[in-house]
């Protein structure tokens, strides 16, 4: 049903559509700085990675138990087996990293709802970024619905990821939007 939805709505309209806590939720095309910070992103993590994880665009990744709710972050690191998977929803479980990218006119409720959503999921690392004010925040360690560990820092500081995932991650490198 949510494939149906998901499909349906991104070829009617180009938008990107994520059920999120059962609330459709549709996101424009990446911008041009939007797809640069994930670009520049994808080309630091993925010659850092150990052999059998690796970075995806726009993969989808299923709530537990409820193929229903999903969400598709910008990046995901998942295991390289995802090359040859015939599902279009990677479990939660397999995905090392997801990345966000805030959009230009995303709200701090919608913000958090997805933050939540990753964290009842059971991503283990959330690193979210946030090219209106230059911040990030790296979210680790998800339990009961919510990530234990939360580091904050701003562009132009280095972003610490958890072993395998190589590290540091170059926030100098990205793209901020204008005003």
């Known amino acids: 049903m949510a494939n149906e939805v998901g499909g349906i709505v991104e070829a009617a309209t180009g938008l990107r559509a994520e059920i999120i806590g059962g609330s459709l939720v549709m996101s424009p095309p ?5 797809a640069g910070t994930v670009r520049r992103l994808r080309v630091q993590i993925e010659p850092g990675l150990p052999e059998g994880p690796a970075p995806y665009a726009t993969s989808s990744v ?67 970024l946030d090219p209106r004010t230059g911040r990030w925040t790296l979210h680790t360690r998800p339990k009961d619905g919510e990530y234990r560990g939360q580091l904050h820092g701003v562009y132009g500081e280095a972003v610490e990821l958890p072993a395998p995932l190589p590290s540091p991650l170059d926030t100098g490198v990205l793209p901020r939007y204008g005003s």
Do not use: C, F
Not at 30 to 34: D, F, I, S
Not at 68 to 76: F, G, K, V
């Open 30 to 34: 990446l911008r041009g700085k939007h």
């Open 62 to 128: 299923a709530m537990p138990e409820d193929p229903d709710d999903y969400a598709t972050p910008d990046l995901t690191v998942l295991p390289v087996a995802w090359d040859e998977d015939d599902s279009w929803l990677a479990d939660p479980r397999d995905v090392a990293l997801a990345v966000e990218v805030i959009s230009q006119s995303e709200k701090a409720k919608d913000i958090t709802d997805k933050n939540g959503w990753y964290a009842r999921a059971g991503v283990a690392v959330l690193l979210v």
